[in-house]
């Protein structure tokens, strides 16, 4: 479906990175979910086959272009997979010139196979001194992110994470597909990532507190 498009906004040390690797390992052709994930809830699913290690995945770190330009970061993110692609895919026509979406498009052709993104700290590009009021590379980078991701037949999931909302962007509508999950509103994902009744339950027994006390604290 359309509702592909997840982005989970949470501060630092809230096990963001962790989550996105173990998305990667469970969705990667490279790695052997199976003997990963034989000990945990979801290798009982039905589904649990059906979709691990079935897609090429693209896990980006955009903490690691923060001291580039926008279009500095663009160029470099493009080489580097340009290089991995003609590494995995040596017989595909791939050429430096050709845009990400591009070159996604090709291999996708070419291997039959969906692409999963992952993006750690996508908003990085926001809290950099120089571009925080600096629009117009603002505007560039989320129409960077939306040539290559929105409405694309070979994308089949985009998860990202950061620690601002793309909402505070809102007057720039280039990635209004993104579901988002913040700390308030963590939605269907707060069994996975938040605090259930038993979860509170349980941290209030362990520390000799009373329910409608801890409650109070986690609400």
């Not at 086959?49 to 980006?60: E, I, R, S």
């Not at 995995?88 to 070419?110: G, H, M, Q, W």
Request: proline share 2%; aromatic share 14%; net charge neutral.
């Amino acid at each position: 479906t359309k509702n592909k498009y997840m982005c989970v906004s949470r501060p630092r040390r809230f096990g963001k990175t962790m989550t996105l690797e173990m998305l990667e390992a469970y969705y990667t052709k490279g790695i052997n979910a199976a003997e990963l994930f034989k000990h945990t809830k979801i290798y009982k699913n039905h589904d649990f086959a059906k979709y691990a290690n079935k897609y090429n995945v693209l896990h980006l770190n955009m903490a690691n272009f923060a001291n580039k330009s926008v279009d500095d970061m663009i160029a470099n993110l493009n080489h580097e997979l340009l290089n991995d692609f003609r590494e995995e895919y040596p017989e595909a026509k791939l050429y430096p010139d050709d845009s990400i979406a591009k070159l996604i498009a090709k291999i996708y052709k070419l291997s039959k196979m969906y692409f999963i993104v992952i993006i750690d700290e996508w908003d990085i590009i926001f809290r950099k001194s120089g571009i925080q009021n600096n629009e117009n590379a603002q505007e560039r980078y989320l129409d960077f992110l939306r040539e290559w991701l929105k409405d694309n037949r070979y994308i089949a999931l985009v998860y990202m994470t950061g620690i601002l909302p793309i909402k505070k962007y809102g007057e720039h509508s280039a990635l209004n597909m993104f579901t988002q999950y913040s700390m308030e509103d963590q939605q269907e994902l707060t069994e996975f990532t938040g605090f259930t009744t038993e979860d509170v339950k349980k941290l209030c027994a362990k520390y000799h507190r009373s329910y409608d006390t801890c409650k109070m604290w986690y609400d």
